[in-house]
């Protein structure tokens, strides 16, 4: 039998004692031995259990001898028994991928995902692109809606609350302005400037914010392609109608630049054109509209077109007067008469500015001002040669031709060839067609009077086209552009939303229209041709029920005629 080791007074074998206290290092050389690193050569490496090193201890040597001598293993292993295979080897602290991957794959969590940081798999780039494209997109609606989404609660309320605002406010000033007066507003060149800056604020922030959103900390810092592309479609959607705003704003505002006569501007004669009128709260507000025709090689300058638009501030409604180009002996404002044919006096004021100061466009509107017994505040003047781009930039108007006719000595003015012709009937007329349709004059049964009519049916089917908006907000531009060429006025800017809320209300209401022809003149043949002589009184007493004070409904001329043109009036409902 084996001797049994002394037990010592604690119960505690001696040598597990001394085992203790002496715990062995593994030499440098033997790296791979057991897990107590044993430099016996006569005990195989990795065999051997604890019991056997325990018991080989109590009978045997140290295990710190460095002696030469080896270990008999028959001291190491009782008689009979059978040794402890368990390897004595020494664990690790490396980890094992293999043993890892074995665990992954027997708990069924996929190669990708296995050794995620948070114990949990990891989402697939796929869906956290989705996060990112969601999030960049709520912040495209609504600035901070997807830092909101992020969890950025903080900036998501610095983001959100000012642009909420800014389209709050906007929709109830759309939602209770009409549009044209809104339009209106919206084009004067202060307002339009303040609009265009505000506009530029916001399209940073927007994009600010849809950026923030999409690159988030949170998110891998590299999108994947599907990321990439709907960061792409979201910043469209922010930079979209910023863009349109830039454009068509800065069309209006280059537009209304030329469009509005400054002070200082001069005239075709060079002269500085007198300051407008201001009306009085008792008085109408009387624009002079004149359609100006150059002709080349011509040297006088034709006001063919001459119309007064009297507007009635407290009932809203239109008056329009159209004065005969035909017309003599016309008072002038200091006292004089002006002898030839009205349309004259705007060339002759250009080249006599000695004579007449106040230049052209005052000279003639004090005349027809004093010939209806009026004050004519404001003027519009348009040149014939950009009429047809107007109507053809707004996609041409419909007029109701009541009786058709043929001239065969029309010009032709951008049509091919001369003379034109017309249907009865609803006519829908480009640009160089209602220019014919109100210049023409000489076709059998039609005279300058018919043709006043004519371009009072234009003029309001233009104001009707241009008021209807749908497919003009793509022509605006070229209309914007027009404008600025071929019109101007000195109507104060800041008068436009009155004049564009009283334009939109006459459309639900009659606008009274007067031609001035017999009784009110009587044709006569002068040095100067085929003139109208005018009654001034009988032109006085039209005036008196077609321009009547403010408050006081307007009446066709004659009022016992209603709607009928026999003696020059008409109503447009």
Known sequence: MHARPLRPASGRPQAVAHARRARPEPPPDDRGAGSFGIRSGSVARGVGGRQAFGQSLAAGPSIESDGPESLDSSRLTPAGSKPDV???????????HRASREAAARSGISRRTAGSPSGVASTPRRFRDARRITAAGLSAVIPGLG?????RRRLATWLAVPALAVFGVAALVVANTPPVRLAATVIQPQILDALLLLSLVLLAVRLFAVGHAFFDRRFERMPGRAGVIGLVIAVTFVALPHAA??????AARDAFGRFFETDGATSDGGQTLAAPLVPADDERLNVLLLGIDRVEGREATLTDTMMVASLDRKLGTVSLVSVPRDLVNVPLANGDIYAPKLNSLYGYAARHADELPDGPVRTLADAIGGLLGIRIHYHATLDFNGFADMIDAVGGVAVNVKKGFEDPTYDGYGLDGRGWSIEPGRQLLDGPNALAYARSRKALGESDFTRQ???QQILVALRDRVLSGGSLFFQLPRLLDT????VRTDLPADRLPELAALADTARSRE???VVIQRPLIKPAKSRYGSVQIPDLEAIDAMAAVVLPPPGT???AWPPTTRGSTAAGGSTTP
């Open 86 to 96: 368990r390897p004595l080897i020494r664990r690790s602290t490396q980890p094992d």
């Open 147 to 151: 830092q909101l989404a992020n969890g």
């Open 245 to 250: 705003v830039a454009y068509y704003g800065g």
């Open 453 to 455: 009519e004519r371009q």
């Open 483 to 486: 404008l600025g060429s071929m």
């Open 511 to 513: 606008i009274v229209r």
């Open 553 to 555: 409904p307007a009446e």
